[in-house]
């Protein structure tokens, strides 16, 4: 899927911590090394904000767990571009779907895609009788703009 979306790359990079594991993964299957990116600079030691070895000009998949604004992805990304990386793009496992986030990505020129996001998540619940359809709307709603949501 990585090499289908973004062609081929030097390293896989996680998006500290919850992407790290899926990131060893990515990285391992594919047999590149790997990094990852915290959210603040280490307070100790060598200060670093990204961990493992790499050269500018390296070109970099990010991997993430969860997007919902896109925010901390793109602080990642942001980092990565600091360093001189070529950030080839971002791929996570679930995202909610909100605009914000696709601004976002698209405000700071970086393509992302997600294994899965919110409406299949719905979809699947509704199907397996994990949510009733009644509440499906309620959901969905939320999803328009959740940080003023209100039932």
């Not at 992407?19 to 990285?27: E, F, R, S, T």
């Not at 925010?71 to 360093?83: C, P, Q, T």
């Amino acid at each position: 899927m990585i090499n289908k979306h973004y062609g081929s790359a030097n390293i896989i990079a996680g998006v500290a911590t919850g992407a790290i594991a899926h990131g060893v993964l990515v990285a391992e299957e594919m047999g590149l090394p790997f990094i990852y990116v915290r959210s603040a600079a280490k307070e100790h030691g060598k200060q670093n904000l990204i961990e493992g070895a790499y050269t500018s000009g390296q070109s970099v998949i990010v991997i993430e767990d969860l997007i919902s604004s896109g925010k901390s992805s793109l602080e990642a990304v942001e980092a990565l571009r600091k360093e001189g990386l070529n950030v080839k793009g971002l791929i996570s496992i679930f995202t909610y779907g909100l605009d914000a986030a696709t601004k976002n990505f698209k405000k700071e020129d970086c393509e992302f895609i997600s294994l899965c996001n919110y409406s299949t998540l719905l979809k699947e619940a509704v199907k397996q009788d994990y949510i009733k359809q009644a509440d499906l709307k309620v959901l969905e709603k939320w999803s328009e703009n959740p940080s003023k949501w209100n039932k």
